[in-house]
Nanobody, 117 residues
Framework: QVHVVESGGGLVQAGGSLRLSCAASGSIFNINAMGWYRQAPGKQRELVAEITSGGIRNYADSVKGRSDISRDTLKNTVYLQMSSLKPEDTAVYYC???????????WGQGIQVTVSS
């Protein structure tokens, strides 16, 4: 069993910053990647950022240059620092751990981020 929990969301003014945290517990092994996705109302879930087991970082074009994903492998924790936030960043943000030789996705329950204009 793997349990994934996000924290750090909330209401932020446009131009502001926030830091999301996500910790996984349980049978954590063979981490392929850790990442953040988001889903806005009426839209599909999309990748925001991910970091692979080799430390490669991938970002959505919409957040590139104003986001930073980092991790603490000893704590099985991943962070997302976002700055210069825009109203269009408003969404439910989901943490993802992809684990195993045959990759399996584990998701958090989601956390709301609202950016006010």
């Amino acid at each position: 069993q793997v349990h994934v929990v996000e924290s750090g969301g909330g209401l932020v003014q446009a131009g502001g910053s926030l830091r999301l945290s996500c910790a996984a517990s349980g049978s954590i092994f063979n981490i392929n990647a850790m990442g953040w996705y988001r889903q806005a109302p009426g839209k599909q879930r999309e990748l925001v950022a991910e970091i692979t087991s080799g430390g490669i970082r991938n970002y959505a074009d919409s957040v590139k240059g104003r986001s930073d994903i980092s991790r603490d492998t000893l704590k099985n924790t991943v962070y997302l620092q976002m700055s210069s936030l825009k109203p269009e960043d408003t969404a439910v943000y989901y943490c993802n751990f992809r684990l195993g030789v045959i990759p399996t996705n584990y998701w958090g329950q989601g956390i709301q981020v609202t950016v006010s204009s």
